[in-house]
């Protein structure tokens, strides 16, 4: 990591929620990016925990499958499966 704090040294959820963010889940992502809420979730990739800011999400004829995200540290988009977000639900967050 050549920048930034590593997750591991930090309370995510402490400074998530102390900057206005709520705790959502998984299923709420697509409504709430129609809505256009801003949204970051902490995902688990083979480098380890990463944090991403979910700005869309790929729909096909079985559901929803896929997210567009940016990586904050590179401003590049990215596309995360939902298994990368479903072992860390509980690090998805929400800014109404």
């Given at each position: 990591?050549?920048?930034?704090?590593?997750?591991?040294?930090?309370?995510?959820?402490?400074?998530?929620?102390?900057?206005?963010?709520?705790?959502?889940?998984?299923?709420?992502i697509p409504h709430n990016?129609?809505?256009?809420?801003?949204?970051?979730?902490?995902?688990?990739?083979?480098?380890?925990?990463?944090?991403?800011?979910?700005?869309?999400?790929?729909?096909?004829?079985?559901?929803?499958?896929?997210?567009?995200?940016?990586n904050p540290g590179n401003?590049?988009?990215?596309?995360?499966?939902?298994?990368?977000?479903?072992?860390?639900?509980?690090?998805?967050?929400?800014?109404?």
């Amino acid at each position: 990591m050549d920048y930034g704090i590593p997750l591991a040294k930090m309370d995510v959820f402490l400074f998530m929620t102390s900057v206005g963010f709520y705790v959502t889940d998984i299923t709420e992502i697509p409504h709430n990016i129609d809505l256009g809420c801003p949204m970051t979730a902490v995902i688990d990739t083979e480098d380890g925990l990463h944090m991403v800011e979910i700005v869309g999400y790929y729909q096909d004829y079985v559901g929803i499958n896929a997210f567009q995200c940016v990586n904050p540290g590179n401003g590049m988009y990215e596309t995360h499966y939902t298994h990368e977000f479903n072992e860390y639900s509980n690090y998805i967050f929400v800014k109404y």
